[in-house]
């Protein structure tokens, strides 16, 4: 399983929401919110929203954005809407490391029914990827795939010669982005074509891919011509039907 040790979050598989670990972030009350051990699942997370600046931790922008993911994660719009007076690229930093917290629910879902038997190599639709985390780039079957890629995402995210800070991203290390979020798309890609019951479940419960695309787009992350998921709001139209088409094919092979 993927981990992502160097980050500030812990998961909770119960619930596939991300816990965040205490740093001193104050409630109203003057207790510091936190998830106590023992603590039921109806009951984590029971503090109110916050505003962002009224968060005072060297995470502010972290958890300020998990804070409004769990209070509604279909509400895309307002989560990937850069909040007032914050830096552009930090907050694509954090959008970028919460996309990678979140995938490894995905790949736990996909892991019983991915396997290399099932999935020998690494495909999207017609498209087929190598995996570059070796020294030669080759090809692995897809879970591992999955698990390659999203490992060196995290392990770039945090690796402190490009990102020292987290109030700001140096400009030499934005173009990172794109590599990230190009590469992050093929684990959708993979999930859509060949596990749609998975995609779509986990889709419904996350909105994790309509957010990821629209931040990638709306910044400009990913090309169109790499989008090969069909739209996901309107699954009536041609290119949609091709594509059951297409998962059908590749269930039968």
């Not at 020294?135 to 999203?150: F, G, N």
């Amino acid at each position: 399983m993927v981990t992502n040790s160097t980050m500030d979050e812990k998961t909770a598989p119960s619930d596939n929401k991300p816990v965040s670990v205490s740093s001193g972030t104050l409630s109203p009350t003057g207790r510091p919110q936190r998830n106590l051990p023992g603590t039921k699942d109806e009951s984590l997370y029971q503090w109110p929203q916050r505003p962002l600046e009224s968060i005072e931790s060297a995470f502010a922008l972290r958890e300020y954005l998990q804070s409004l993911i769990r209070q509604d994660p279909h509400n895309v719009d307002l989560i990937i809407t850069l909040p007032t007076g914050q830096d552009e690229h930090a907050w694509l930093y954090e959008h970028l490391c919460q996309v990678c917290l979140e995938l490894n629910y995905l790949i736990v879902h996909l892991e019983p029914e991915c396997t290399p038997e099932v999935c020998p190599e690494m495909r999207a639709e017609e498209w087929m990827y190598y995996c570059a985390t070796h020294p030669t780039p080759r090809e692995c079957c897809a879970i591992d795939y999955l698990t390659h890629t999203l490992d060196g995402a995290s392990a770039l995210l945090n690796n402190v010669k490009f990102f020292p800070s987290r109030i700001c991203v140096p400009e030499g290390s934005v173009k990172n982005f794109q590599s990230i979020a190009r590469r992050l798309y093929r684990i959708f890609a993979h999930a859509y074509f060949h596990h749609r019951d998975i995609f779509d479940a986990f889709e419904a419960e996350t909105s994790l891919y309509d957010r990821f695309l629209k931040l990638s787009r709306s910044r400009k992350l990913i090309t169109d011509k790499l989008i090969i998921i069909p739209n996901l709001n309107n699954e009536d139209d041609s290119v949609a039907a091709g594509a059951r088409q297409i998962m059908s094919r590749s269930r039968v092979d």
